[in-house]
């Protein structure tokens, strides 16, 4: 593995699928191709596009292959997603999008066999949030479909069996609001035995581990190195953690964001969580358990935003701070700390500037609302698309009254992250630290504004 210097890292998101090189040199990316992840409406259910991601996949990893050397494959997903294979290695049912409401019509029956959260630290959540209450509908709706299942892969392992054909289990995956897993005995949750399904799941393996080189057929169709390892994979926000777990000094946060806000604490307080306000327990690439917190930032941010331009300058950061422009909880209902809240503007609704700022704004005291629930201590690192957004860094800092530190050069955690599955790097990432503004005040006295505002309006 000592070789090992460029990793074609999958990066499957909900919204987009990116494929990257990183360089584990400087930990860059050296080169980049995305598309985005529709999911298909037709069939039994919404579902992922399997074939067009395994295109994509394919068809990428050959012009990487073209352009620069590839040591290594690695992967990393969203989670809440399985794959049901049957034993020749097919697709018995289509990928279910979590999405989807289907799994709400079994929910009284499921939450008769579900365990509870005390045991997994997986908080009850909508549609198919949770992997059990799927596997359950699927199971239940579809009985001679899943009664072929041979294995069940979460996201991440599937496509390392796409490329090397071995079956593996990874406990990120399975520790991620799931109903799966007992983080604290790092075994399956008893709602596994209790379904049969434990016979299902393949052996375990580290993220780390390298599940074995890619098939000839992957051969023939990139062009790569038949001895290409690939690593077992992990699922995305915990890719965004795993740098940090490796190079710094308890406490600190990670906050990974993009379509979902992750809001991980290391070493903090060791609060009770509570599974209604979707704080939860997710399992590090260590097998450790990790208090998080959760919203849909990145899809409320779209909402938000459709249709407006997302320039802004300082005169609208000052307005929005004066005139205490305020977009409160919650924009996406069911999920986040607000979950049963109806937001909206108070006052009238700004545009262009000014609704970046406010939004922006928005966003990272949803965020300091989040780290405060699970016990956050130290530095606050944000990792994905809202590291580039100085509004809602200078924001988060003020809230939290704690430093705020942002991953320098292009590159997102995910993808950085799930390199580092397949060697170490040369240098650790370089980094800058959020300083203090000229309207630290002013942003203090907005964040407890808001804060008021929202306690006035109640849970």
């Not at 909402?303 to 004066?322: H, Q, Y």
Request: proline residues 8%; hydrophobic residues 40%; aromatic residues 6%.
């Amino acid at each position: 593995m000592a070789a090992i210097r460029h990793v074609a890292v999958i990066d499957i998101g909900k919204t987009n699928a990116k494929l990257a090189l990183v360089d584990l040199e400087d930990l860059s990316e050296v080169a980049v191709r995305k598309m985005p992840n529709r999911p298909l409406a037709g069939g039994p259910y919404p579902h992922h596009d399997i074939e067009a991601l395994w295109s994509f996949i394919l068809d990428g990893l050959s012009a990487l292959g073209r352009e620069h050397p590839v040591d290594a494959i690695s992967l990393t997903t969203h989670g809440a997603t399985a794959a049901l294979v049957g034993a020749a290695g097919d697709l018995v049912l289509p990928v279910l999008d979590y999405e989807h409401d289907g799994p709400d019509g079994l929910r009284e029956e499921y939450e008769a066999v579900r365990s509870p959260f005390a045991e997994t630290g997986s908080p009850k959540l909508p549609n198919g949030l949770n992997l059990g209450a799927q596997l359950f509908w699927l199971e239940r709706t579809f009985p001679d479909a899943f009664g072929r299942v041979h294995a069940v892969l979460t996201y991440p392992q599937f496509w390392g069996y796409r490329l090397t054909g071995i079956a593996a289990g990874e406990v990120t995956s399975l520790g991620c609001h799931s109903d799966l897993w007992n983080p604290r005995k790092r075994d399956y949750a008893s709602l596994v035995d209790r379904m049969a399904w434990r016979a299902l799941f393949p052996p375990l393996r580290r993220a780390d581990a390298v599940l074995g080189p890619i098939l000839p057929d992957v051969v023939n169709r990139t062009g790569l190195d038949p001895a290409t390892p690939v690593v077992c994979g992990i699922h995305d926000s915990n890719a965004s953690l795993l740098p940090h777990l490796i190079t710094r000094n308890q406490p600190f946060a990670v906050v990974s964001t993009g379509t979902w806000v992750i809001a991980m604490a290391v070493g903090g307080d060791d609060l009770p969580l509570d599974p209604a306000r979707d704080t939860l327990i997710n399992v590090n690439a260590h097998g450790d358990p990790v208090p998080s917190a959760r919203f849909m930032g990145g899809r409320e941010f779209e909402r938000v935003m459709e249709g407006a331009g997302k320039d802004w300058r300082e005169n609208d950061l000052r307005a929005v701070l004066s005139e205490a422009v305020m977009l409160l909880p919650s924009v996406e209902g069911g999920t986040g700390p607000y979950p049963d809240r109806q937001g909206g503007w108070t006052g009238a609704e700004p545009v262009e500037g000014r609704r970046f700022v406010a939004a922006s704004f928005y966003l990272a005291l949803m965020t300091a609302t989040c780290l405060d629930l699970v016990g956050a201590r130290g530095q606050t690192v944000v990792e994905g698309p809202f590291a580039a957004n100085r509004p809602y860094l200078s924001m988060l800092s003020a809230a939290t009254g704690r430093p705020v530190v942002v991953q320098d050069g292009g590159g997102t955690g995910t993808s950085l992250g799930a390199a580092l599955l397949a060697g170490m790097p040369g240098t650790a990432p370089p980094s800058a630290i959020i300083g203090p503004t000229g309207e630290d005040e002013a942003l203090r006295r907005y964040a407890k504004l808001w804060k008021e505002k929202v306690a006035c309006a109640g849970r």
